[in-house]
Nanobody, 124 residues
Framework: QVQLVESGGGLVQAGASLKLSCAASGRTLSNYAMGWFRQAPGKERDIVAAISWNGRNTYYTDSVKGRFTISRDNAKNTVYLQMNSLKPEDTAVYYC?????????????????WGQGTQVTVSS
């Protein structure tokens, strides 16, 4: 059974940075694309960023381009999301997810395993 555990969330002021981590157990991440999603109160869960199995291809939703960076360390079975210049509209629960495919996808349907989420709150 795959377990994904996110960490690194918290309460910060606008303009600050946070780095989220997603550690996997029970299954290697190495062969699969990974994604970060977020869900704000009253809104649907949406893609934030995705990364291919080898890290060579990445995808970012428009609102985070230039501010967020997704990366992975397959040796540590961990995926990261570096978030800089945070804005109040970035406030959400952030989830990591593992795809069943090697290539990136922005569709939630491509992701089979999900973490429990970590709260990120950005105050103005």
């Amino acid at each position: 059974q795959v377990q994904l555990v996110e960490s690194g969330g918290g309460l910060v002021q606008a303009g600050a940075s946070l780095k989220l981590s997603c550690a996997a157990s029970g299954r290697t991440l190495s062969n699969y694309a990974m994604g970060w999603f977020r869900q704000a109160p009253g809104k649907e869960r949406d893609i934030v960023a995705a990364i291919s199995w080898n890290g060579r291809n990445t995808y970012y939703t428009d609102s985070v381009k230039g501010r967020f960076t997704i990366s992975r360390d397959n040796a540590k079975n961990t995926v990261y999301l570096q978030m800089n210049s945070l804005k109040p509209e970035d406030t959400a629960v952030y989830y990591c997810a593992q795809s069943l495919a090697a290539s990136t996808s922005y569709s939630q349907d491509a992701y089979h395993y999900w973490g429990q989420g970590t709260q990120v709150t950005v105050s103005s």
